[in-house]
């Protein structure tokens, strides 16, 4: 069993930025990809972003390319997610998420999750 916190969420301005993190306890963290999600009223959830736990390789959907960057510290078991020039349409509810194996952008293949961090972006 991991269980996984979420902060750093926030209002910010467009253009701002936050850094969210994760922090997991529980089994050994540092066997487990890790995943960030976004939800935003009235759509589904999304990948932002993962990083595999066998080579750190970083992965992000194309709209956050070259703003958020993940980044984990396995000796404290925290995964981080900077976010630079945020925009309006970065305005979610971000959650972290875990898992051992399987394809990274794809919510099914996680095992555990956050309750989630609000992240609103004003402009």
């Known amino acids: 069993q991991v269980q996984l916190v979420e902060s750093g969420g926030g209002l910010v301005q467009a253009g701002g930025s936050l850094k969210l993190s994760c922090a997991a306890s529980?089994?050994?963290?540092?066997?487990?990809?890790m995943g960030w999600f976004r939800q935003a009223p009235g759509k589904e959830r999304e990948f932002v972003s993962a990083?595999?736990?066998?080579?750190?390789?970083?992965f992000y959907r194309e709209s956050v390319k070259g703003r958020f960057t993940i980044s984990r510290d396995n000796a404290k078991n925290i995964v981080y997610l900077q976010m630079n020039s945020l925009k309006p349409e970065d305005t979610a509810v971000y959650y972290c998420a875990a898992q051992p194996r399987g394809p990274l952008i794809f919510s099914t293949s996680y095992d555990y999750w956050g309750q989630g961090t609000q992240v609103t972006v004003s402009s």
């Open positions: 990083i595999n736990w066998r080579d750190g390789s970083t």
């Open positions: 529980g089994r050994t963290f540092s066997g487990y990809s």
